[in-house]
């Protein structure tokens, strides 16, 4: 399957390229003087963070569009793009405490931002854990969808809430109405990683689409049950 | 007045280390289900 091999070397060049960004954040990007070498995991946890939120919004657009048009497509990268999603939730559940230790000298706390993106995460694992647990493919559909919605609305209160709420987390200096505050080379570095992530998450919805396409094709031939 | 930079340099290795594992995981994972769909 062509969709198939795409998604593997797109996933392959991502990792490939991770290890540049690796390399230009560790050794060809300056220090920041009050955070120091911590500082550094930013170039990590923000695009992860961006692709975590943006992937949730993709669930949730496939989805509505999945319950008027019906389309079995529009479903299928639904439930890849969440797979992918809660990757990147992952990573930034992991990163944040390790970069907040040193920085506010706490692993976690029960803050607005960092509250709501565990609720994103636990949200990914909901709705994967429904659509492995409804058998019948139209049900387990539409039940997901409506689920998908519902994270998707989620999103902006976890973005917004730097600026609802009194928080630990620091404000956007990246993604802000105004310019980013960021020396050039710094800006760069992220702006790398970004791309990074952003061939990431294509090559894992890819090769999840292609699965979920595969799977489906072997229920409807009556060769593998349900998983 | 000197300024000194905070040493936290194995955060940013545990960081870095954690990320690169979750990545490359879900890589192999995903190679491994599409081989036996």
């Known amino acids: 399957m062509r969709l198939l091999g795409a998604g593997r ?14 390399v230009r954040a560790l050794a060809f990007t300056p220090i920041e003087r ?18 975590a939120e943006a992937a949730m919004v993709l669930v949730g657009l496939a989805s509505i569009f999945y319950l008027f048009l019906k389309d079995p497509r529009l479903d299928r990268f639904a439930e890849a793009s969440a797979e992918a999603g809660t990757v990147f939730a992952a990573i930034v559940l992991t990163t944040g405490p390790i970069w907040g230790k ?12 960092l509250t709501l993106t565990l ?14 647990a409804v058998a019948d493919p139209g049900a387990r559909a539409r039940y997901a969808a409506v689920l998908g919605i519902c994270g998707m ?3 902006p209160f976890i973005h917004f809430s730097v600026y609802m709420f009194r928080t630990l987390h620091p404000m956007p200096i990246v993604l802000k109405p105004s ?11 992220w702006l790398f990683s970004l791309g ?32 | 007045m000197s300024e000194t930079i905070p ?14 594992v979750i990545l490359v995981s879900y890589a192999v994972l995903l190679y491994r289900r599409t081989r036996k769909p």
């Open chain 2, 7 to 20: 040493a936290n340099s194995g955060y940013m290795v545990a960081a870095y280390i954690a990320t690169a």
């Open chain 1, 102 to 113: 040193p920085i506010w000298g706490t692993w976690w706390s029960w803050d607005a931002r």
């Open chain 1, 9 to 22: 070397w797109i996933t392959a060049v991502g990792l490939l390229l991770l290890a540049g960004v690796y």
């Open chain 1, 196 to 227: 990074v992530f952003t061939l990431l998450y294509v090559g894992f919805v890819i090769q999840r689409y292609a699965l979920s396409y595969l799977r489906e094709q072997l229920e409807a031939a009556g060769e593998v049950g349900h998983v």
């Open chain 1, 179 to 189: 310019s980013p505050s960021l020396p050039g080379s710094m800006l760069a570095t």
């Open chain 1, 34 to 51: 009050a955070q120091g070498l911590a500082q550094k995991i930013f170039y990590l946890h923000v695009p992860a963070a961006i692709w």
């Open chain 1, 119 to 132: 609720f994103l995460f636990l949200l990914y694992v909901g709705y994967l854990l429904l659509r492995s």
């Open chain 1, 153 to 155: 609305c989620l999103v």
